[in-house]
């Protein structure tokens, strides 16, 4: 079965198409209206070996705040659909990414308990016009739609830019190994016989 999902969603806000391949090559198409986000997606797909396809229209006369949360809501969504009943996936996942001075570290379990820690401050309010605390709402829906447990901790950094950017390839790494099919795994890797 192909691990592909895609979600329209259109509310007064925003009207957005996405589409994910969890066992992708990294290739994306992506019109957001966000260009610091549209830079974060691009290098998600490019380091997580997704396929990743959004075409969003939003409110961003207003700002850029409903047009990330409402991607972050259709990613998460499209993940969980693309996952399916999670058979033979690793489940786990956990990568350390530097970029240069800045080092994030993502832990994900995809465990159907929604939940974000994010543990790091960002030292500027705006990364070009991009406001970096959308970063927490980002995560949070992506999170939340995706309904896994997603630990974001930035062990040091100084540039806004290069922890920002450390964590969303921590966390297409640490998704990459999370979605792997473990062909060790029969089933569904949980005790409680789902997830
Ligand atoms: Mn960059």
């Not at 659909?81 to 240069?100: C, H, S, T």
Request: proline letters at 3%; hydrophobic letters at 40%.
């Amino acid at each position: 079965m192909e691990r592909i999902a895609t979600i329209d969603r259109k509310t007064n806000e925003t009207n957005i198409q996405l589409s994910l391949g969890i066992d992708g090559e990294g290739f994306s198409e992506l019109e957001t209206g966000v260009p610091f986000l549209t830079h974060m997606l691009d290098l998600f797909a490019k380091h997580g070996q997704f396929d990743l396809k959004v075409d969003a229209k939003g409110d961003i006369e207003v700002d850029d705040h409903h047009t990330t949360e409402d991607i972050g809501i259709c990613l998460g969504q499209a993940l969980r659909e693309a996952l399916g009943d999670k058979r033979g996936i690793k489940r786990y996942g956990n990568a350390f990414v530097p970029m240069d001075e800045a080092l994030a570290q993502v832990v994900v379990d995809l465990s159907n308990r929604p939940h974000l820690e994010l543990r790091g401050e960002f030292p500027s309010q705006k990364v070009g016009t991009f406001d970096t605390e959308l970063v927490h709402e980002f995560l949070w829906k992506f999170a939340l739609e995706a309904r896994m447990n997603l630990h974001v901790v930035v062990h040091y950094g100084k540039n806004t830019h290069h922890i920002i950017e450390a964590i969303f390839k921590a966390m297409a790494r640490a998704l990459d190994e999370a979605t792997t099919i473990d062909p060790r795994v029969k089933g569904i890797p949980s005790s409680k016989g789902m997830l």
